[in-house]
């Protein structure tokens, strides 16, 4: 469970967003935005730039898999149920580069 130390961001950004969907506030609602922008130019930078793959790999997260695809489920999920339909569309292309980049660098 040591990897429960280095999932704090993803467990927070997921807090942020259920408490932005939930109980509507506007600032939490630009946190939310710009966390997601963010997301997405690194996911799309990491799709097409095998450098920033080999940066952000050196970073390794023992979590396992299963517990990022849960977040990122969660976070479509709440957003979808709140009516955020385009930030839960952005949640899902993260979810899917992700998925992809990991699939990829983990092939036999």
Same mark, same amino acid.
């Given at each position: 469970m040591?990897?429960i130390?280095?999932?704090?961001?993803?467990?927070?950004?997921?807090?942020?967003?259920?408490?932005a969907?939930?109980?509507?506030?506007?600032?939490l609602?630009y =946190?939310v935005? =710009?966390y997601?922008?963010?997301?997405?130019?690194?996911?799309?930078?990491?799709l097409?730039?095998?450098?920033f793959?080999?940066?952000?790999?050196?970073?390794?997260?023992?979590?396992?898999i299963?517990?990022h695809?849960?977040?990122y489920?969660?976070?479509v999920?709440?957003?979808?149920?709140g009516?955020?339909? =385009?930030?839960?569309?952005?949640?899902?292309?993260?979810?899917?580069?992700?998925?992809? =980049?990991?699939?990829r660098?983990f092939?036999?």
């Open positions: 040591k990897w130390k280095q999932v704090v961001v993803d467990l927070l950004a997921t807090a942020v967003i259920a408490i969907v939930l109980f509507p506030n506007q600032s609602t =946190i935005y =710009i997601t922008g963010l997301m997405v130019i690194a996911r799309t930078i990491s097409v730039s095998d450098n793959q080999k940066i952000t790999s050196k970073k390794v997260s023992e979590a396992p299963w517990f695809h849960t977040l489920a969660a976070n999920a709440l957003l979808a149920y009516g955020w339909f =385009i930030t839960a569309s952005a949640w899902v292309f993260i979810w899917a580069v992700a998925a992809y =980049i990991h699939k660098s092939k036999p």
